[in-house]
C-alpha cells in the first residue's frame, strides 16, 4: 500500500506555497501564465538536493530546465535534444548553462564500479569521460578528490557537446548571440563555482576547451577535424 499521508502533505504544501505567492505578489500567477521568455536553459543533474530555480535565485517562467542523471549531453539523447533546440529556437535563450555537482552519485558509481542495472547504460558515457581523462585521475590519490575532479572534467566535455550540437552549430552559424557555460555546484556550502569554460561561438570551442581542462592540470587534448 502507498502512503496517501505522505501524497496528501504534497498537495497541502502546494497549496501553502500558492498561497503564500499570492499574499506577496497577487498578479504573479495571472503574469506567469502568459508569459514564458527565460533567457538561459539550464542542463542539469537529477539529484534532489540541486534545485535550479533556487541555487541562482529565479523565479518560474525565468530558467528553463533540463535535467538528468549526471548531467549528460548525449548526441543520441532525443529528449535532451529536443529541449536544447526549443530554447534556443522558440524561447530564445541567450545561455545554456551545464551545471554539475560535487559528490555526484553518477560519477561516483563509475568510479566505484557499482553496478545498478539499466542506468549503467546511461553511465557508460560518464564512464568514457573517465578514460578520456584517466592519466589526470590517476594523479589524484584520495577517493572524494577523485570524484570531484572527474564531476569537474564531465562538465567540461558536456559543455563541448552542447556546443557541437546542431541546434547551437545552426544558432551560431546564423549569427545569434549564444554563449554555453560550465558550472559546478558545491552542496557543502551551496555556491556555484565557474569551471572557466565559456563558448559563444564555433571558433571558441577548443581554445575554451583546452584553457578548462589546464586549469585543472591536465593534459591538453588534440584539435578534432574543423576546430580551430
Known amino acids: 500500500m502507498y502512503d496517501m499521508k505522505a501524497l496528501t502533505d504534497l498537495f497541502q504544501n502546494n497549496r501553502a506555497w500558492a498561497q503564500s505567492?499570492?499574499?506577496r505578489d497577487p498578479g504573479f500567477f495571472t503574469r506567469l501564465l502568459h508569459q514564458q521568455a527565460p533567457?538561459?536553459?539550464?542542463?542539469?543533474c537529477s539529484d534532489s538536493r540541486v534545485p535550479a530555480n533556487e541555487i541562482v535565485g529565479l523565479l518560474p517562467g525565468e530558467l528553463f530546465v533540463h535535467r538528468n542523471v549526471a548531467n549528460m549531453v548525449v548526441h543520441t539523447d532525443l529528449n535532451c535534444l529536443s529541449v536544447l533546440q526549443y530554447a534556443i529556437d522558440a524561447l530564445g535563450v541567450r545561455h545554456v548553462i551545464v551545471c554539475g555537482h560535487y559528490g555526484c552519485g553518477g560519477v561516483h558509481a563509475v568510479l566505484n564500479g557499482d553496478k545498478f542495472g539499466t542506468i549503467d547504460n546511461w553511465l557508460r558515457h560518464v564512464h568514457d569521460v573517465a578514460d578520456k581523462h584517466q592519466t589526470m585521475l590517476e594523479t589524484i590519490g584520495d577517493r572524494r578528490e577523485r570524484v570531484n575532479r572527474l564531476c569537474e572534467l564531465?562538465?567540461?566535455e558536456?559543455?563541448?557537446n552542447v556546443c557541437m550540437t546542431t541546434a547551437v552549430q545552426d544558432a551560431w552559424s546564423r549569427g545569434r548571440a549564444l554563449s554555453v557555460h560550465g558550472w559546478i555546484y558545491d552542496l557543502k556550502d551551496g555556491l556555484l563555482r565557474d569551471l572557466g569554460i565559456s563558448i559563444g561561438g564555433t571558433n571558441e570551442i577548443t581554445s575554451s576547451y583546452k584553457s578548462a581542462l589546464a586549469r585543472l592540470g591536465g593534459p591538453i587534448i588534440a584539435a578534432q577535424p574543423g576546430q580551430s
Do not use: A, K, M, S
Open 21 to 23: 505567492v499570492v499574499d
Open 39 to 44: 533567457e538561459y536553459l539550464w542542463i542539469g
Open 154 to 156: 564531465n562538465v567540461i
Open 158 to 160: 558536456q559543455v563541448r
